[in-house]
Nanobody, 119 residues
Framework: QVQLVESGGGSAQAGGSMRVSCTGS??????MGWFRQAPGKGREGLAGITSDGTTYYADSVKGRFTISQNNAENTMYLQMNSLKPDDTAQYYC???????????????WGQGTQVTVSS
């Protein structure tokens, strides 16, 4: 059974930084990613990392967010810098269904962690 648990969300001021983490179990090493969903909006893929460590990002976060992982600890991170009020959303880590750079096809995800950015 796949289990993904996000942590590290909270509140920040615009321009600030935050790191969210995800610890997982029950799946083989695969492509992983982060997406977010704000109230009344659709799911937005943010960042992904393939099994060989290649990373990719949505244009909305490119240059501000960094995805990384520690395979030995089954932990993945999303470092978020230069935060904006528009980044306010529930953030989810996920296992991707298909593993290729640019994939936003999420198969399993956790319960999410809230990130709120105030101006």
């Amino acid at each position: 059974q796949v289990q993904l648990v996000e942590s590290g969300g909270g509140s920040a001021q615009a321009g600030g930084s935050m790191r969210v983490s995800c610890t997982g179990s029950g799946y083989r090493r695969n492509c992983m990613g982060w997406f977010r969903q704000a109230p009344g909006k659709g799911r937005e893929g943010l960042a992904g990392i393939t099994s060989d460590g290649t990373t990719y990002y949505a244009d909305s976060v490119k240059g501000r967010f960094t995805i990384s992982q520690n395979n030995a600890e089954n932990t993945m991170y999303l470092q978020m810098n230069s935060l904006k009020p528009d980044d306010t959303a529930q953030y989810y880590c996920a296992v991707l269904r298909l593993c290729y750079s640019g994939s936003w096809d999420f198969r399993f995800w956790g319960q999410g962690t809230q990130v709120t950015v105030s101006s």
